[in-house]
């Protein structure tokens, strides 16, 4: 079982719909990232979480500490949000810094 | 400024052969990772380097990988006798210190292809 697990792994909206994307994660860590990726692009941080929630733009990340588990949101979607959203986490045990990933929610979003 | 760059942005070997792939991380940053993406999958850790030195390598799956990074800036990452299987994206970031709060921004990848 992958210590970070995202859901669903691929997502099909309709332009304006409210989108969420779920991570789950089966370690102690110090903080939660939210990473996008374009096809045949690099990977932009979108938020870095260590409690409560973040906002920018259309864009809401959530973390929940106790129950091991982030959202992030994106209200009113549009096509260019179609990429592939990642999350990765800090573990507590280990170097601290490196990133330990999911394996990604591809997100289409259709006119 | 410049971002994180990456050269070759593609390379295509065969197999048995050496290969090297180059990683410029924005200017100041001490910290430098690399990671490698199969198709697919989400990014998986190969090493870090904290200045000079490799602070966690226990990402790099053999002996056949290594990577340096002499001077604290530029690193490359060696593979010595590709295989099939170390055909993926390698993908470089680096960081302003290596704390875990600092955000990581990734370079655009090197798509290695060992036929």
């Known amino acids: 079982k992958n210590e970070v697990e995202q859901s669903p792994q691929n997502l099909t909206a309709q332009e304006g719909e409210f989108i969420t994307i779920n991570c789950s994660y089966s370690?102690?860590?110090?903080?939660l990232h939210w990473l996008q990726q374009h096809p045949g692009g690099g990977i932009v941080s979108l938020f870095m979480l260590s409690s409560g929630k973040k906002k920018h733009g259309r864009l809401i990340a959530t973390i929940n500490i106790q129950e091991k588990h982030s959202s992030l949101h994106i209200t009113a979607s549009h096509p260019r949000d179609s990429a592939v959203y990642i999350c990765a986490v800090n573990r507590y045990t280990g170097t601290a810094s490196k990133l330990t990933f999911g394996t990604g929610t591809r997100l289409q979003v259709t006119l | 400024g410049a971002g994180v760059s990456q050269t070759p942005s593609n390379k295509v070997t065969e197999k048995g052969k050496y290969v090297e792939l180059r990683c410029d991380p924005i200017s100041g940053h001490t910290a430098l990772y690399w990671y490698r993406q199969s198709l697919g999958q989400g990014p998986e850790f190969l090493i870090y380097f904290q200045g000079t030195g490799a602070a966690d390598d226990s990402g790099l799956p053999n002996d056949r990988f290594f990577a340096v990074r002499p001077e604290g800036s530029v690193s490359t990452l060696k593979i010595q006798r590709t295989e099939r299987g170390d055909s993926a994206v390698y993908l470089c970031?680096?960081?302003?210190?290596?704390?875990?709060?600092?955000?990581?921004?990734f370079g655009p990848g090197t798509r290695l292809t060992v036929l």
């Open positions: 370690v102690g860590i110090s903080a």
């Open positions: 970031a680096s960081s302003l210190r290596g704390s875990p709060t600092d955000t990581q921004y």
